[in-house]
C-alpha cells in the first residue's frame, strides 16, 4: 500500500522560479488537501479538493495554484517563487462520510526559496 | 469547529502511561475529538477519534469526560518513538471539505 505519494522530497529553488509539488494517492479518497509547516508552527492549509474537477482555496492560498484533474492526483504548482515560501509540504487526502475524518499525510517535501 | 486547547510540552518516562489533556469547552453535541501525531520531519499520522464514548485501538485510549469539555489521550507503555507533537482536533460530524485545523499541539519527550 503505498497511500500518499509526494514528489520531490527536496527542493532548492532560487527566487522567481517556478516549480510543481506532486502528490497521488491510492485510496480512492475523495478529499485531498495541501498543508505547509513552517518551523514550529502547525500546519496551515493552503488548497483541497473535494473530487476531480473542484478545488477551492485555504487559509493562504496566495502563491501557489492547484489541479485535480483526476481522482489520484493533486499537483501543487508554485509560480515566482518567494523567501516566505520556504516550509515543509504536506499533501493529504480523507474518505469524508459520517464522523470519519482520518486524514492520510504523504512524507512531505522541503522547499527552500533562496 | 470548536476551539483547543493543549499544554506546550510534556515530560514522561519510558515504560509509563503518557497522559496528554486537552481541553474543548466550547464542543458541540455533534462535534468529534481526533487525535494525530508528527513524529519529526514526518506527515502527521491518524490516532483515534471518538464522540462521547471512551475509545481504544492498538495505538492509544482516548478518554471523553461525561460534559465532553476535555478529553484525555492516554498511551498506555510509552517507549522512545512515541516522541513527537500531539494534536488535538475537534471536527463536525461531516466535517467538511475544508480539512483539519492542526494548531500548535503538545510536544511529548519521552525520556529513557
Known amino acids: 500500500n503505498a497511500g500518499v505519494t509526494q514528489t520531490p522530497k527536496f527542493r532548492i529553488l532560487k527566487i522567481g522560479q517556478s516549480m510543481t509539488l506532486q502528490c497521488t494517492q491510492d485510496m480512492n479518497h475523495n478529499y485531498m488537501y495541501w498543508y505547509r509547516q513552517d518551523p514550529g508552527m502547525g500546519l496551515k492549509l493552503i488548497y483541497y479538493s473535494v473530487g476531480a474537477g473542484i478545488t477551492d482555496k485555504g487559509e493562504v492560498p496566495n502563491g501557489y495554484n492547484v489541479s485535480r484533474s483526476t481522482t489520484e492526483d493533486f499537483p501543487l504548482r508554485l509560480e515566482l517563487a518567494a523567501p516566505s515560501q520556504t516550509s515543509v509540504y504536506f499533501c493529504?487526502?480523507?474518505?469524508?462520510?459520517?464522523?470519519?475524518?482520518?486524514?492520510?499525510f504523504g512524507s512531505g517535501t522541503q522547499l527552500s526559496v533562496l | 469547529d470548536a476551539k483547543t486547547t493543549q499544554p506546550p510540552s510534556m515530560d514522561c518516562a519510558e515504560g509509563r502511561a503518557a497522559n496528554l489533556p486537552c481541553n474543548h469547552s466550547t464542543i458541540s453535541g455533534n462535534e468529534y475529538v481526533y487525535w494525530y501525531r508528527q513524529i519529526h520531519s514526518q506527515g502527521p499520522q491518524y490516532i483515534i477519534h471518538g464522540l462521547k464514548n471512551n475509545e481504544t485501538n492498538e495505538m492509544a485510549s482516548l478518554i471523553i469526560t461525561e460534559d465532553r469539555k476535555s478529553s484525555t489521550l492516554i498511551l498506555p507503555h510509552a517507549t522512545l518513538r512515541d516522541t513527537a507533537v500531539y494534536y488535538c482536533?475537534?471536527?463536525?460530524?461531516?466535517?467538511?471539505?475544508?480539512?483539519?485545523?492542526f494548531g500548535k499541539g503538545t510536544h511529548l519527550i519521552i525520556q529513557p
Open positions: 482536533i475537534v471536527r463536525r460530524a461531516g466535517g467538511g471539505a475544508d480539512g483539519l485545523t
Open positions: 493529504a487526502s480523507s474518505w469524508v462520510g459520517q464522523g470519519n475524518e482520518k486524514l492520510f
